[in-house]
């Protein structure tokens, strides 16, 4: 129960951050950058998001330094993530998964997922023995 309440809070804190930096991003920065350097430029920020995030949950809710235990964390954040992804943000913006898909810019989607491996191993990477 203890890698379930973490996973939910560690998916809640970064998918909140990147909630409002999305809203930032479409809203200013692609109109003036392109929606290509927008992403890229809003990676960074999740980055840092994340590193920060990972321990913060880990520490709070007193999670074991198991690889077993924190990959736990990681993995439920990103069932929860990509849930979120595609159902709700999906229906908000009113596409399929095909178009989303098909939508994504090739270097820009490419970090996107090396993002969302990053995401779900980091409560690893952080753990302190």
């Known amino acids: 129960m203890q890698i379930l309440k973490a996973g939910a809070l560690y998916f809640a804190l970064v998918f909140g951050a990147g909630f409002v930096l999305g809203t930032i991003r479409t809203l200013w920065i692609v109109p003036r950058f392109g929606a290509r350097t927008a992403e890229l430029m809003e990676m960074p920020i999740m980055f ?20 077993a235990t924190r990959l736990g ?3 439920i954040a990103l069932a929860f993530l990509l849930t979120m992804e595609f159902t709700v943000v999906l229906w908000l913006r009113g596409l ?7 939508q994504r810019d090739p270097v820009s989607g490419i970090v996107y997922i090396i993002m969302l491996g990053v995401f779900a191993v980091m409560p690893i990477l952080v753990a302190r023995r």
Not at 55 to 65: D, F, I, Q, S
Not at 96 to 102: D, F, G, L, P, V
């Open 48 to 67: 840092v998001i994340i590193v920060l995030a990972a321990p913060w949950v880990a520490r709070h809710l007193h999670v074991p330094c198991t690889v």
């Open 73 to 75: 964390v990681g993995l």
């Open 96 to 102: 399929t998964i095909s178009e989303y898909i098909q």
